[in-house]
């Protein structure tokens, strides 16, 4: 991927397949982000205007960022990532520059995906008062965003997908129809989809026969994707320190990883 500071470019090779669970979700974004750009001559036909823009939910760990890649690649978009905390972190006007130049190339890049990691940083509500976004570079940035995002009416095949663990902090501006027209909860993985969490990231690992990914999986209630994916790298490693030429990652290599790692999320926080 090509890098300027602030923003990284490519076309990512994650597939839907590489994300367990979530069967739903990823029919919505496949309608949201694929149909548009792949059949944007039946969307004219119909005088359908298509999303502008997708704003993806929920505790860390569980795949926003996975499934905004995901998306892109299905539909052969260029993948354009920002982070709201970096822009924040900028000099005032470097961000706001740095935003509008995103969506110049976005469109001269078309069709294309602008993910927004960490939006609330930026797209925080304006109180006027003493809120971190009453600040100079919050209130402009915002600004920007929004100016952008009213632009992309005229451009086609650019659709904004942006990222939070705070919904409730998103100023109320960026809700309204032509902006982020559909929000999607992203929720932490029940337990067949960390099976299927599970299922993906031992694909390419050798497990033994004594290896039950269901018992696994009904055994880490409240692992997020990231921290299964942790279990399965973790249990690789306790197999190898027990012997550097294992051939095989066994059950009892799970259970003892298991016992080191200890999930973030708490029961409250599930919403
Ligand atoms: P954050 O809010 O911290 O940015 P996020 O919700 O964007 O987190 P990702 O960055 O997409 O989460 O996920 C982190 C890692 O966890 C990814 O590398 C991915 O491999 C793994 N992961 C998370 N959820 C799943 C899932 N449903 N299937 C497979 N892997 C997953």
Request: hydrophobic letters at 40%; proline letters at 5%; glycine letters at 8%.
């Amino acid at each position: 991927p090509s890098i300027t500071r602030g923003v990284t470019v490519d076309v990512p090779n994650v597939s839907w397949d590489d994300i367990g669970g979530l069967k739903d979700l990823k029919k919505k974004l496949q309608q949201a982000v694929e149909w548009p750009i792949k059949h944007s001559a039946a969307f004219a036909r119909l005088g359908i205007s298509p999303m502008r823009g997708v704003l993806l939910h929920g505790p860390p760990g569980c795949s926003k960022t996975t499934l905004a890649k995901a998306a892109a690649h299905a539909a052969q978009a260029s993948f354009f990532s920002l982070s709201g905390a970096e822009l924040y972190s900028m000099y005032v006007g470097e961000g706001e520059s740095l935003l509008r130049n995103t969506f110049r190339r976005a469109r001269l890049a078309a069709p294309s995906i602008i993910f927004f990691d960490e939006a609330d940083v930026v797209a925080a509500k304006r109180s006027g008062g003493s809120s971190k976004n009453s600040s100079v570079v919050g209130e402009r940035l915002l600004s920007t965003l929004l100016t952008e995002m009213d632009g992309l009416e005229q451009a086609n095949g650019i659709l904004v997908l942006a990222a939070t663990n705070r919904p409730h902090a998103i100023d109320p501006a960026l809700m309204r129809p032509g902006r982020f027209d559909l929000v999607l909860y992203v929720p932490p993985p029940d337990m067949e989809a960390r099976y299927e969490i599970l299922r993906v990231h031992t694909r390419n690992m050798k497990i033994g026969d004594d290896v039950d990914l269901r018992i696994i999986a009904e055994d880490t209630e409240l692992f997020t994707g990231a921290e299964l994916e942790g279990l399965c790298r973790e249990a690789g490693i306790v197999a190898l320190r027990e012997n550097i030429s294992a051939a095989k990652v066994g059950n009892q290599h799970f259970e003892t990883a298991k016992k080191s790692l200890k999930p973030a999320l708490t029961r409250d926080e599930i919403e």
